[in-house]
């Protein structure tokens, strides 16, 4: 049975939608970062980066949440949209969108505005603009598209779903409320019952809540080791 290592967090969150939505069974096994669980030696063979999600599938490891989702679509014949060369593009594309650039730059923009020091306003910023940027590219998107890809749901839509659910955490309130195509396809989604149960796994395991200092030398391994 497929293994999928987990927390709660927004890129594991896009998985556990996809294995709810597909049916595909599987032993969900908690990753308490904030413990450390994350560099444990088993966890390191499955991804060596250090990170969830990841999954074992019979002992093909796959990471990263956007690979899991294209792996999992193929084997499964989910969730893709109609095969074409088109098609087969504009997956590539919006899901390395996605990957490269709007988790990296809201998970930033979180950071800095929640975990940083508070005289970084450069940094703030920076992220905050890409993020909108990022933002408003989807939502032009979405103003022509009810779906990512094609004319159906698939796993653009739910790598999508899995930041932008939590956009006002991320832009502020106002800051969301300016992507309207976005929220419409968002709560679309969230309105599935796949998605009320990916979002609800993490309840039926316990992790640390406190982001004391051994979860924030666990979160941000800078802190402990200086490189210039």
Request: hydrophobic letters at 45%; aromatic letters at 12%.
């Amino acid at each position: 049975m497929l293994k999928f290592y987990f927390n709660g967090a927004p890129n594991p969150n896009k998985v556990a939608l996809f294995l709810e939505e597909s049916g595909v069974p599987f032993e969900p096994v908690p990753v308490d970062t904030r413990k450390g669980e994350q560099f444990k030696s088993e966890f390191l063979k499955v991804n060596p980066n250090g990170k969830v999600p990841a999954v074992d599938d019979d002992g093909v490891f796959v990471f990263d949440s956007n690979a899991i989702l294209l792996y999992l679509a193929e084997k499964t014949g989910k969730f893709l949209p109609p095969n074409s060369p088109a098609n087969r593009a504009q997956t590539l594309s919006w899901l390395m969108f996605i990957a490269t650039g709007l988790g990296p730059y809201s998970g930033q923009a979180v950071h800095f505005k929640t975990a940083a020091p508070k005289d970084l306003d450069y940094a703030v910023n920076r992220y905050l603009y890409e993020a909108h940027r990022h933002y408003k590219i989807l939502d032009d998107h979405l103003a022509a598209h009810r779906y990512m890809v094609g004319d159906t749901y698939t796993i653009v839509d739910m790598a999508l779903w899995g930041w932008a659910r939590l956009a006002s955490f991320v832009l502020g309130e106002e800051g969301a409320a300016k992507y309207a195509n976005v929220k419409r396809l968002v709560d679309e989604i969230s309105a599935r019952p796949a998605a009320s149960r990916a979002i609800a796994l993490k309840d039926k395991f316990t992790f640390k809540a406190e982001m004391d200092e051994e979860a924030r030398n666990h979160m941000f391994g800078h802190l402990k080791t200086k490189v210039a």
